[in-house]
């Protein structure tokens, strides 16, 4: 088992930037695939970012691409999503998940452990 906690939301002006932590504590952390995800009030959670085990291999949803970077330390058993260049649209909870290789790294539900999640508000 996994256990994730998500740490470094908080309000921040547009333009601004944020780094999100996710630490994982638990046996084989560098085995499995990670990825970022995103829910605002109202709307289903979304996909935002994903990293393989190796950290060589990413993905990002359009609408932050460009503008986000997801990235791991193993050694630590941390996932990293860099937030720049942030917009009111970014506002949500943001989550991180951890999945078996060979998931559909946009579907949610092919993640196997979550966090309890880290507020972000972006203010126009």
């Known amino acids: 088992q996994v256990q994730l906690v998500e740490s470094g939301g908080g309000l921040v002006q547009a333009g601004g930037s944020l780094r999100l932590s996710c630490a994982a504590s638990?046996?084989?952390?560098?085995?499995?695939?990670m990825g970022w995800f995103r829910q605002a009030p109202g709307k289903e959670r979304e996909f935002v970012g994903f990293v393989s085990w190796s950290g060589i291999t990413t993905y990002y949803a359009d609408s932050v691409k460009g503008r986000f970077t997801i990235s791991r330390d193993n050694a630590a058993n941390t996932v990293y999503l860099q937030m720049n260049s942030l917009k009111p649209e970014d506002t949500g909870v943001y989550y991180c998940?951890?999945?078996?290789?060979?998931?559909?790294?946009?579907?949610?539900?092919?993640?196997?452990?979550w966090g309890r999640g880290t507020q972000v508000i972006v203010s126009s």
């Open positions: 998940a951890a999945g078996d290789q060979g998931l559909t790294y946009y579907n949610p539900s092919e993640y196997d452990y």
């Open positions: 638990g046996k084989n952390f560098r085995s499995y695939a």
